[in-house]
């Protein structure tokens, strides 16, 4: 008599230890999501154009719409803006992201080389943050700061083969820029200050007069004991972040325009790694992710932290991980390089805010922008190619599969000295059961060798005939082909025998 036993596992990873220590959970994955608890893929990418941008690598990406309805696409790199593949790098502009290595006498871990001698390996710990790009809507056109250059620029939908132009009556030494839902040009460090920050009068670039009572420019500096970094919408108003505080801007009106409401510490990883999505704002602190929720900030239960933190460099992480929204699911991307990897952001963590789960894997991405002036995400290679993501089911793999899986912790369906003896397994795919295989990894003690058995391939009536045994048993699912495919509850024929 068949005895199908249900082995149901909620969605997302949990690594602890070892398989061991994460029974009855998913352990490993890449390019995999859940829906309403069905795991399924990630859908494929395309390469937008055959050229690599110039100019280093890509390190923002933004989607916006003209007055015609134009679609615009805008990518800047190391040293240049990107708009629609055409190069509107302002005129005279020479500032280089990321130039902020150091290999001179000093830097690096005590006694790390030979002493008073310059060192050999890049270090990236002594700049208080990375140069960063950020880059603002204003209406159909487009305004960018780069906090190393500190100049304000503009960018006219209206001629969009023209480069961006310095805007002459903008303060000076600034780091970002921000446009406010009242139609404010919002500056950060405004005029070199690190705790100022200063906006121009209602609709207007170029009026920026402080002192004038007929405008409603102004400037606010803020309690914070560190240099401000970054404004970010959310559905309570702009916030406004420092290396170690978050602040409330409310718009509060004539005469003072915006008032400050300090939120609370925190210690941003890089500017980067701040997201704002569906009125929510997400970042990556040195001590766990975040959360703004409108209310309160939120420290994010993240069951692979350890996971993340083990496998990486503090030092590369300040300097180049990055995240994003993704628009057409409720997940927040964030990209950072391994240890292994170095400067190249190789991995990725991903949280759904709706269904709370998180999975990892692996994709080399410098950018992300997300789903909302076109109908698919859009991600910047660590190549210099921009794709779009999340249409079809090719992963521009030059013909191969894409890598997708997902792996379980042990599921013990042995107990004690017990073990079990697997004949069969049960997939409720839905659709799609023939573009899996399945392999499983068995002990018959907690660090005993292992065993693999697999791959098997599921017959057409959707049972996959197996012969397992062992104990602490996982299992892992694999994609052979790029489709579409749903995994719901998967259910074993399991007998147990005595010990071996």
């Keep these: ?229 970054k404004a970010a919408d959310s559905r309570a108003g702009t916030l406004i972040f420092s290396h170690s505080d978050v602040f409330l801007l409310p718009y509060v009106g004539l005469p003072y325009i915006y008032g400050r409401q300090w939120l609370g510490k925190t210690r941003v990883l890089n500017p980067d790694t701040i997201v704002h999505e569906n009125g929510n704002v997400f970042w990556w602190a040195t001590d766990g992710f975040k959360m703004w929720d409108g209310g309160q900030i939120l420290h994010l239960d993240c069951p692979v932290w350890d996971y993340i933190m083990s496998r990486s460099d503090l030092r590369y992480l300040r300097t180049f991980a990055h995240g994003g929204g993704l628009g057409l699911y409720p997940e927040i991307w964030w990209f950072y390089p391994s240890a292994e990897a170095g400067a190249t952001c190789d991995s990725y963590v991903m949280f759904n805010y709706v269904e709370g789960w998180w999975a990892i894997g692996s994709l080399s991405r410098s950018a992300v922008v997300a789903a909302d002036a076109d109908r698919y995400p859009y991600m910047g290679g660590e190549d210099g190619f921009i794709y779009q993501h999340e249409n079809g089911w090719y992963g521009a793999m030059g013909g191969n599969v894409r890598p997708i899986f997902a792996e379980t912790a042990a599921l013990s369906v042995g107990t004690g000295s017990r073990v079990a003896d697997i004949k069969q397994v049960l997939l409720a795919t839905g659709h799609g059961y023939d573009a899996l295989r399945l392999r499983f990894y068995t002990n018959l003690a907690p660090e005993g060798p292992g065993r693999v058995f697999g791959p098997y391939r599921a017959r057409p009536d959707g049972y996959t005939d197996v012969r397992v045994t062992g104990r602490d048993v996982r299992l892992r699912f694999e994609a052979v082909k790029d489709t579409d495919w749903s995994l719901g509850e998967t259910r074993m024929d399991i007998s147990v025998s005595g010990a071996r």
């Design 1 to 229: 008599m068949v005895n199908l036993v249900s082995i149901n596992i909620p969605p997302g990873v949990v690594r602890g230890a070892t398989p061991l220590d994460a029974k009855g959970r998913w352990w490993n994955t890449n390019l995999v999501r859940w829906r309403n608890g069905v795991l399924e893929p990630v859908k494929g990418w395309s390469k937008i154009h055959t050229t690599p941008l110039e100019g280093g690598r890509i390190r923002k990406l933004d989607v916006w719409r003209d007055n015609l309805n134009f679609r615009h696409i805008l990518a800047a790199t190391d040293q240049k803006i990107f708009v629609d593949l055409t190069d509107v790098t302002p005129d005279g502009f020479s500032p280089s992201l990321p130039s902020v290595g150091f290999t001179g006498y000093g830097v690096g871990e005590y006694g790390m080389e030979e002493y008073g001698t310059e060192r050999s390996e890049v270090s990236y710990d002594m700049q208080v943050s990375p140069p960063y790009w950020t880059f603002a809507r204003w209406g159909e056109d487009m305004l960018a700061v780069m906090s190393v250059d500190g100049n304000l620029y503009h960018f006219d939908a209206t001629n969009p083969a023209q480069p961006f132009k310095l805007v002459n009556e903008a303060p000076t030494n600034n780091v970002a820029v921000h446009v406010t839902p009242e139609r404010h040009v919002l500056l950060l460090q405004l005029g070199g200050n690190p705790r100022r920050l200063g906006w121009s009068s209602r609709e207007s670039l170029t009026d920026w007069d402080f002192m004038s009572t007929t405008n409603t420019a102004g400037f606010l500096d803020l309690e914070t004991a560190t240099p401000l970094l």
